[in-house]
Every structure is written in C-alpha cells, then in structure tokens.
C-alpha cells in the first residue's frame, strides 16, 4: 500500500489550489456572465476549464482517503481520469456545430492536445498503481501542473477577453459579433 502521508502535501495542495482555482473561473465567468452565456462555445470553454480545475480536486480527495489498497487507489484514479476525459470530449462535441467566426472567437481556448495529456498523465497514473508501480503516482504532478496552467490561461482570457483589434478577433459587416449581435464590425 502507498504511504497517504508521502503524498498527504501534495493532496492538499492541489486540493487547495484547485478550489481556489474554481472560484477564480466562477468569478470570471460572472464578470463576463452576458457575454459568456450569448455563445455556445464560451459556455463549452468554461465548461472545459472547469473541468480541468475539478479534476486535480477530485484527485486529491482519492489520495487524501486513508487505508486503501494501491489496486483500488488506481481504479480511483482510472475512473476519475476516464470521467473528465468523457466530460472532454463530450464538451469538444459542443464546439463542432460552431460557424467559423465563432470558432475564431474561442480558438484560444481550443487546446485538445493538452486536455488528452492531461487526462491521460491521470488515467495512466492509475493504470500504474493498480499494477503495483507506486512511481505511477508521479504522473500526478505534471497533469496537475499541466490542468493548472490550462484552466488557468483559459480563466485569464474569460476576465480579459482579446480586444476586437486583436489579430483574429476582427469581426466582418454582418458577421456574429462575441456578444451576440449582428452589424458593422
């Protein structure tokens, strides 16, 4: 069995982070609620992004419960990567409807190679410990650290989104304008 207090730290500090993380995205989905709500594939990247704050939080709590089997602490962790990636990918389904002009507007949040190493590096990290390799268990901390810095991007740009001079974000006449509305650019 994995000894809980050598990675008890670790557990609470992803814990931690990711909560505050999450309250970090709920605030800045809040200050751009009209805007985010007006669009399908923001609504879909906040969705990610929550996502990707969740799942270090959900890791933490199977590493914080005490007595469990290595075998079962890797099914736990298999189960939860498997659940976000299907969360994921379920989410990147939402995006493939979008016109071209709205997929311009959520291009920065559209980081599919990441979100799959992400939820691999935790899938295989499980996968590691149910076969007996404790080492799996450092796996851990690139996924996490890879979900962090994601989710954490992804945050900045819902609470600064690019300005409308930014390259990709012009709008053409007629065009679906970010909040919505139709018109000149």
Known sequence: MTTPAEWQGFAEVA????????????VAVSLNASRIAAHQGLRASAAQTLVLFL???????ILLAPGQA?????GELIAAGLI??????????????LAADDLLLIRIFDRRGTNVVV??????????????????????LPATLVA????VLN???FLLPPSEGAPGTQQR???????GQTGPG
Do not use: Q
């Not at 295989?124 to 799996?136: P, R």
């Open 119 to 140: 939820m691999l590096l935790f899938v295989a990290s499980g996968i590691a410990l149910a076969s007996g390799a404790n080492a799996g268990l450092y796996l851990l």
């Open 55 to 61: 799942e270090p939080l959900a890791v933490a709590m």
């Open 173 to 179: 006449p007629g065009r679906l304008r970010p909040s």
């Open 70 to 74: 290595d075998w079962a602490l890797g």
């Open 15 to 26: 814990g931690s982070a990711s909560g505050a993380l999450t309250g970090l995205l709920f």
């Open 84 to 97: 976000a990636s299907g969360s994921l990918l379920a989410i990147a389904r939402m995006k493939h409807g």
């Open 155 to 157: 945050a900045w740009y």
């Open 148 to 151: 962090f810095v994601s989710g």
